[in-house]
């Protein structure tokens, strides 16, 4: 049985990206043989895609680190034939053939049911960004953070986890501040629930300083290096940051001064290993009262036009989620 997949080949002046047909036999061994409906793209997939050996070792490789669709082979009675599931994270699109073809064959502990309340679709609208987003909000409320804590800040709000984070804290009832560096994206962030736009230059201002003025209740940064730690000496007493991201770099310029004069925390988050009873848990949130209106979010692509958008997502140039309709 063949299948339609992107494939990327790594070659002798680098790596080339072309639409193939692959045996359905090639895929490697797992207890769930799932035919994607939808995939979305993330950053992560960016970087498999150019040959990052941090998330592919191992080519010809099918990225594509989400995938929502229909069992069509299932050894796991927990899992039977027809049943429609999300599966994000884990080794998916890494060094495992991900959503970026037809078909996936993976181990049944990564196969999420999916959620009643949200659609295969509108699963992969979200996908691991907005999955990623959502365990941010559930962290930051688990360790005290509420509507009385005071604005949000979400860094890099006009990509994937940060406009799913700006419209779910709207959606909640948080007072949201947007960070960007796109002037023309201001209205996209207002209509998204934003209250209040910062530059990227703003957010870097005092950068040599051991505190800032007490501002944020709560940081969802998507960025890291100087602009996760300006936004740790902006925190309110008490109050923490949850970071998910590093595109801004890997090292912050941190002193202990926040830690210990203001009582903050900076929170690590993991949609890959986090354990599938959690990532259960998480969905369920989005699909029940976290639920959002996705549809202002969405880019659709397909295989034709999947390689053009990985290209516009490294550098920074994608809003909102990209979508691939397989179908």
């Not at 002046?13 to 036999?25: L, T």
């Not at 960007?180 to 201002?205: V, Y």
Request: aromatic share 6%.
């Amino acid at each position: 049985m063949t299948f339609s997949a992107f494939q990327v080949t790594k070659t002798d002046d680098g790596f080339d990206r072309a639409i193939v047909d692959r045996e359905v036999s090639d895929l490697p061994e797992g207890d769930v043989l799932i035919d994607v409906q939808f995939s979305s793209l993330n950053f992560k997939d960016g970087l498999s895609a150019t040959g990052n050996p941090g998330v592919t070792r191992n080519f010809p490789h099918t990225p594509g680190i989400d995938a929502a669709g229909i069992v069509t082979e299932s050894t796991d009675s927990a899992i039977p034939t027809g049943t429609e599931v999300v599966v994000i994270g884990f080794d998916l699109g890494m060094n495992t053939s991900g959503g970026f073809g037809q078909k996936v064959r993976v181990p049944s502990g990564w196969v999420v049911p999916r959620p009643e309340g949200l659609t295969l679709h509108e699963s992969m609208i979200l996908g691991t960004a907005g999955f990623t987003a959502a365990e941010c909000i559930d962290k930051l409320e688990t360790q005290g953070m509420t509507t009385a804590s005071g604005p949000v800040l979400v860094t890099g709000a006009t990509g994937g986890v940060g406009s799913v984070a700006v419209k779910v804290l709207s959606h909640l009832g948080y007072e949201v501040a947007a960070v960007t560096g796109k002037p023309d994206k201001h209205e996209f962030l207002t209509s998204l629930g934003a209250n209040e736009i910062l530059s990227r230059e703003e957010m870097m201002e005092g950068g040599k300083r051991p505190l800032l003025a007490d501002r944020w209740g709560g940081v969802v940064d998507t960025v890291g290096g100087e602009m996760l730690f300006n936004a740790v000496k902006s925190l309110r007493y008490g109050c923490s940051l949850a970071a998910c991201g590093l595109v801004g770099g890997a090292d912050i310029p941190a002193t202990v001064f926040p830690f210990l004069l203001r009582h903050v925390n900076i929170l690590g988050i993991d949609s890959v290993e986090l354990p599938l009873a959690e990532k259960t848990r998480i969905w369920n949130r989005l699909a029940g009262e976290w639920k959002i209106d996705l549809s202002d979010l969405e880019e659709v692509l397909s295989l034709e036009s999947l390689s053009g958008a990985i290209d516009r997502i490294l550098v920074g140039q994608m809003v909102g989620r990209g979508v691939l309709h397989h179908n």
